[in-house]
């Protein structure tokens, strides 16, 4: 075993973290300490956090996923470290329901009301921000 001076570890330049627990623990509040936070509030919790807390933090509150793509463009042209997402499974509701519901796709021509395999491709697609339009 090799020992080493602390001192000569260099970070890693992007760390990506899960933080998983029960509503109320203070999920939010943790991840807006970290670096220059910018925060996508998919289900409004924020205004659960101290105002304390988040006295540098960038706050993006989205209420539906019309208008994401634009929204983290801006996003990325501001002085921000770190990208929290508040909460991933309310982020892919979201895109559900547009996809299910939205012109671009051919699903509320046909009547669907859940996601069919092929849906839930689409539905991926535009998570990793490779959705089709019309």
Known sequence: MNF????????KANFMALIYGPTGIGKTTLALSAPSPALLDFDNGVTRV???FTPNALVAQISAWEG??????????????TLIIDT???????????????????????GLKKPSVQAWGDIKQEFVGVGYRV
């Open 4 to 11: 080493v001076q602390s001192t000569s570890i260099k970070p």
């Open 50 to 52: 101290d105002a304390a």
């Open 68 to 81: 994401y793509n634009t929204m983290v463009t801006e996003l990325a042209k501001l002085p921000s470290e």
């Open 88 to 110: 991933a499974s309310k982020m892919v509701e979201m895109i559900q329901f547009y996809v299910m519901n939205s012109d671009a796709y051919p699903y509320a021509k046909k």
